[in-house]
């Protein structure tokens, strides 16, 4: 007997119908594990060769989709009528060994012109590696089929968040990001030794550092972005920062122009939340036309310095005005270097709050409000 059918279709709702239809239809999403060069139950039979696919091409790869095609032989091709795709996240030699693995994935798709899209944020996760393998299959009157050996298997890695991704993500967090409130000063805590350091070793200049891997695994500055990492979130009640932190006792303020202005450009960059109720927004701020802001231009959503609902910069009275979101923790990145003589360096009076840290922190796929349809 055939795999029970799911309602689930390879397009999506937001796609083009023409792409939907021309590129891929869905008949069934089975798992399975394969063994063998062909199926040994299922009601598949084994009778007259098929073409086996090969020289297959992947193209068109976004985080949770792509485009694959393969060479046949013209050879009993007119039979096929339907592709078997078997899709399986690459085993990370450094994963947990304990750790209960993915089911392998296989997908059944009628027999449509190639290249067909594979589109599915249920079984597709962005920035990770798959593999894939293919079979042609000829459905036969009693519902069983006839398939080819498998074949040869193949490697990709999807894609980051586009912009229209991440657009979908700062939607939601103008949801919960509240009413604003005044700021004066961006600052960055480190330890001591890290800011002899940067006397020391960088001329009194802290310099630019690669992202981590924190937050959304889509993101598209993960592991790539250069930037200095700042926060600028206030105490409602003393319009002040917070005296705890947790990421070194020594403080590094420094006043909010110097670093946003109207000579700077303001970016989205991500939203997300650690299995806790706290939200983070990071954003990212470039000076105009730096390398930074090339960077953030192609892959991040821009910000209104003057009216977003996250952190704004306005003049009033000749004077430059500075707001942030109060129900959000934001995460500020400077793209460039910032020498520390234009702020101060003080040892701050509370606590070293290393719970909090969001250092390399994995966001929480289950959470409704910074999620989005597609894969984590």
Same mark, same amino acid.
């Given at each position: ?8 279709? +390879? ?24 063994? $063998? ?8 039979? =084994? +009778?007259? =060769? @098929? ?45 947990? %060994? ?5 089911? /392998?994935?296989? @997908?059944?798709?009628? *027999? ?7 589109? #599915?944020?249920?079984?597709?996760? /962005? ?5 894939? *393998? ?8 009693? $519902?069983?089929?006839?398939?080819? !050996?498998?074949?040869?298997?193949? !490697? ?36 001591? =030794? ?13 310099? &630019? ?10 993101? &598209?500055?993960? #592991?790539?972005?250069? #930037? ?6 206030? =105490?409602?009640?003393? $319009? %002040? ?11 590094? !303020? ?7 202005? /109207? ?39 821009? @910000? ?11 003049? !009033? ?25 234009? $702020? ?33």
């Amino acid at each position: 007997m055939e795999a029970p059918r799911l309602a689930h279709t +390879m397009g999506s709702p937001t796609s083009p119908c023409e792409e939907v239809i021309k590129n891929l239809s869905l008949e069934a999403i089975q798992l399975c594990d394969r063994d $063998g060069n062909k199926s040994q139950d299922s009601g598949i039979a =084994e +009778m007259e =060769e @098929l073409p086996v696919p090969h020289n297959i091409k992947i193209s068109n790869i976004t985080c949770d989709s792509f485009k694959i095609s393969w060479d046949m032989d013209s050879k009993s091709k007119d039979r096929i009528t339907h592709y078997f795709i078997d899709l399986n996240k690459k085993e990370n030699k450094n994963s947990n %060994k304990f750790k209960h693995k993915d089911v /392998p994935t296989k @997908l059944v798709a009628k *027999a449509v012109p190639l290249p067909m899209t594979v589109r #599915g944020h249920w079984f597709l996760s /962005p920035r990770t590696e798959y593999t894939v *393998a293919v079979q042609t299959a000829s459905k036969q009157v009693d $519902g069983d089929y006839v398939v080819s !050996e498998w074949s040869e298997i193949i !490697e990709f890695c999807t894609a980051d968040y586009s912009k229209v991704h991440l657009t979908q993500l700062l939607e939601k967090a103008e949801v919960i990001a509240g009413r604003m409130l005044k700021l004066s000063v961006f600052y960055r805590n480190q330890h001591k =030794e890290y800011f002899d350091y940067v006397r020391e070793h960088h001329g009194n200049a802290m310099q &630019p550092s690669v992202k981590d891997n924190s937050g959304s695994h889509g993101s &598209p500055i993960s #592991g790539k972005l250069e #930037g200095i990492f700042f926060s600028c979130n206030t =105490e409602f009640n003393t $319009g %002040k920062p917070p005296q705890d932190s947790p990421y070194g006792r020594y403080r590094y !303020e420094i006043a909010a122009e110097k670093l946003f202005n /109207p000579n700077t450009n303001l970016y989205f960059g991500d939203f997300y939340c650690m299995y806790t109720a706290y939200h983070y927004v990071i954003l990212v701020i470039a000076p105009v036309g730096s390398p930074g802001d090339e960077f953030c231009k192609q892959r991040l959503p821009q @910000l209104n310095i003057k009216d977003n609902k996250f952190l704004t910069c306005d003049e !009033e009275d000749g004077v430059m005005v500075y707001h942030h979101a109060q129900d959000v923790i934001l995460e500020v990145i400077y793209t460039d270097p910032v020498d520390l003589a234009l $702020g101060t360096v003080a040892e701050i009076t509370g606590h070293q709050l290393m719970s909090l840290s969001t250092a390399n922190a994995k966001k929480d796929p289950s959470c409704k409000t910074c999620n989005i349809s597609v894969g984590r």
